[in-house]
């Protein structure tokens, strides 16, 4: 049967833009489902930074018991997992949703319905966490990480910590269904042209983070049955051997995770960076390899957060641990290669993306020092811990995020964000940030445990506190003045030109917003030859400047 | 060298397991090893089904898509109800019934019917009948904002528009300055 023989094609049109709420709830476009997953991250962001903010004010003063012990263990579990399960992971994977199938050409993820149902899980299993404060019992209140025997029934009663499983679990498989459809997407599913060592570097970043998600999430699933079985029977707690396994089982999952919420930003900020330095990022062979390397090296290292059961092979996980420098070198030469010498412009993204730089630096290099077991065995189960995780995951990936987020917006909505606002909230976040971190260095340093509802003027741990509690003052405000930013912009609305910023990868090349299948004849993929395609027709056009070149359509690497 | 995609992912797989040989050579016990192990063997089970799928000729661009996903969120509420059986009483993991003979209901209708022409989807102009097809599929923007097309000075048209040239040369030479400042105390202090 030849092609001929076959009965014409029936036009149907794939995505057709319906409005809210069907077109949205039951959408299977790619770019629909990001904003899903990412809007619902952001506003439990908003949830879990007013629980941290309620946490800050009960100890800006010694003594206070605005919330009792109970409750501030339900408020720091609930704030802890929610940043990590609920918000975190979901921007990473989200992130690479929306961008990896416009950067690589794609007219949509692979599998979307299953992408869809994805995101519905991670919903499911949010309300299911969180329904955990309208129960008797009150929410999970074991810590994010739920040792056992203190998160068996036997210690931990009531439905609140059940409820807090099942939600992980949810949100565990969701992810793992988005991270697996665009991994799929990215290695399969490339338009002619976009060969593999043609990816933008975000689209690595996203390929080696859906990797660990996929090598790593099994593991969590694996744990939440090991809990859900204890919960059932608390007496295979009684046996050592299944709390240490726990243990093990858990952070072969918890140790990626926080690379899987950390290397798309990384990817974002690489973008931001060169784009705002006008030049082709430094280096992008290496930091491709580095990526790789550091993903696997991040797989090996879970054990250092065992170091004081005396349960892991210490000097593997510490030799692991420390080797994480040299590919992290690598992205952080190749930052400062790409911003030295570049003609930079200071646009409110660039801003986010140059405060990342140091302030991951600071999260990265006091988690070298608590790889050395000599150094964990005194800080561990201390606000040292605390500052460290905030340094990497508040100072550092969130301010990626906030990179990407203010970079992509104009793509994603087709509306330009305020730049003064913009720039008043990058202002209070990084000294929100530093005032609210720092400290508390000092105050592991000092003694203070994590997880205490209050403490003793005696202790002394005023003064510290206070400083922190005024500096997440500063954070809630300039949360306000996001948001603020955000109402403003879609109620007072500037279009977006299709690349406002000169970006140098595909998605810049399509309309803003991108139309349902990403690229169609009026908005065509330009010739793919390198890893920023148009920075490539830039310096092209620079090249030949005053003899005009048609519009570079043809998407099959070949020369002009 | 452009890597295969299954590669990357089994050579990934193969710098995990690199490691694993390392933990061993450092006497990590049988949890350990065993933990990795089984995570390796997930992701080189997903390298060899790239593999497989860019054999079978599974790759490239996936033009036909599903048109609706609504059987999905039946599929999760039953998921969730199965969940909170567990976590309360079985008989609300029975309601899960309900949206799962929905999901059955829903799911072939949302795929597209056979011998249709997906648009507009293209990847490249080269595709007339698609082009043809275009002008009749306006696009007319998502409910958060309005599209605009390209204009005529983006580099996918024609030359680039000027660039605002803020200068690091200011930068550059305190860097250097810097440099020589501390050769030459170095110097002194010799």
């Given at each position: 049967v030849t092609a001929l023989d076959q009965p014409p094609a029936r036009p149907v049109p794939v995505n057709p833009a319906r409005s809210f709420p069907a077109g949205w709830l039951d959408t299977t476009d790619h770019k629909r489902i990001a904003l899903l997953t990412l809007g619902t991250a952001l506003t439990l962001l908003v949830a879990m930074g007013g629980l941290a903010l309620t946490m800050r004010t009960q100890l800006a003063q010694p003594e206070m018991h605005i919330l009792g012990a109970d409750t501030y263990d339900e408020f720091f579990t609930i704030h802890g997992s929610g940043m990590i399960y609920l918000v975190m992971t979901p921007f990473a994977i989200g992130l690479g949703l929306y961008l990896v199938p416009l950067q690589i050409g794609a007219v949509n993820v692979a599998a979307p319905r299953v992408t869809m149902l994805g995101f519905w899980l991670y919903l499911a299993g949010a309300a299911s966490m969180l329904s955990g404060f309208l129960t008797s019992g009150g929410a999970g209140d074991q810590g994010w990480y739920s040792y056992p025997p203190l998160a068996s029934s036997r210690h931990s009663p009531g439905p609140g910590v059940d409820l807090w499983i099942l939600g992980v679990t949810l949100v565990a498989v969701g992810m793992l269904l988005m991270a697996g459809t665009v991994l799929w997407t990215a290695l399969l599913k490339r338009a002619p042209g976009v060969t593999m060592l043609r990816l933008p570097v975000l689209s690595w970043s996203v390929v080696v983070t859906n990797l660990m998600v996929i090598g790593a999430f099994p593991s969590l699933l694996v744990a939440m049955a090991i809990l859900a079985v204890g919960r059932i029977n608390p007496a295979i707690f009684d046996n050592n051997m299944w709390n240490i396994g726990y243990q093990h089982v858990f952070w072969f999952f918890g140790h990626p995770v926080v690379y899987v919420m950390f290397f798309p930003f990384v990817g974002a900020v690489v973008e931001v960076l060169s784009t705002f330095a006008r030049r082709r990022y430094f280096g992008y062979k290496p930091t491709v390899l580095a990526l790789l390397v550091f993903a696997a090296l991040s797989m090996s290292v879970w054990g250092h957060h065992m170091f004081t059961t005396g349960q892991s092979s210490n000097d593997y996980f510490s030799l692991t641990s420390i080797l994480l420098l040299v590919p992290a070198g690598v992205e952080y030469f190749g930052f400062l290669a790409t911003v030295i010498g570049g003609r930079l412009v200071f646009p409110t993204p660039m801003l986010f993306a140059l405060a990342f730089v140091p302030q991951f630096l600071v999260g990265g290099l006091t988690g070298i020092m608590i790889s050395m077991p000599a150094v964990d065995y005194q800080v561990t189960d201390s606000y040292f811990i605390v500052a460290h995780w905030h340094y990497t995951l508040a100072a550092g990936s969130l301010f990626g995020f906030l990179a990407g987020f203010y970079f992509w917006f104009p793509k994603a909505t087709g509306l330009m964000l305020r730049e003064d606002l913009g720039k008043a909230h990058f202002w209070l976040w990084l000294v929100g940030t530093n005032v609210t971190f720092l400290p508390m260095f000092y105050l592991g340093l000092h003694g203070m445990p994590r997880r205490i509802p209050t403490y003793l003027?005696?202790?002394?741990?005023t003064a510290a506190n206070l400083t922190a509690t005024v500096g997440s003052a500063v954070l809630g405000l300039g949360t306000v003045v996001f948001l603020t930013n955000l109402l403003v912009s879609f109620c007072a609305r500037r279009p977006a030109p299709p690349d406002p910023w000169q970006g140098h990868t595909l998605e810049w090349a399509t309309s803003s917003p991108p139309p349902p299948t990403n690229f169609t004849p009026e908005y065509p993929i330009p010739k793919v030859r390198s890893f920023a395609p148009l920075l490539d027709l830039r310096e092209l056009r620079e090249q030949h400047r005053g003899a005009p070149i048609g519009p570079a359509t043809d998407a099959d690497g070949s020369g002009p | 060298v452009n890597p295969r995609p299954g590669l990357v992912v089994c050579g990934w797989a193969l710098l995990n397991a690199v490691l694993v040989g390392v933990l061993v050579l450092f006497r990590g016990d049988a949890v350990e090893t065993g933990l990795y192990s089984a995570g390796i063997a997930i992701v080189t089970g997903f390298g060899l089904a790239v593999l497989l799928a860019a054999a079978r000729h599974r790759d490239g661009q996936q033009m036909r898509q599903p048109v609706r996903s609504s059987s999905m969120s039946m599929l999760a509420a039953a998921a969730l109800l199965v969940g909170l059986g567990a976590v309360f009483h079985w008989w609300i993991a029975a309601i899960a019934v309900y949206p799962l003979a929905a999901v059955l209901a829903l799911h072939t209708g949302e795929q597209l019917p056979r011998a249709a022409d997906p648009v507009p989807a293209t990847t490249s102009t080269a595709e007339a009948p698609i082009a043809r097809l275009a002008g009749t599929m306006p696009y007319t923007g998502s409910p958060l904002g309005n599209s605009v097309p390209l204009p005529d000075d983006h580099p996918a048209r024609a030359a680039p528009r000027h660039v605002p040239h803020h200068s690091a040369r200011g930068w550059r030479r305190v860097f250097v300055l810097l440099v020589v400042l501390r050769a030459v105390l170095g110097r002194r202090r010799k």
């Open positions: 003027p005696t202790d002394g741990f | -």
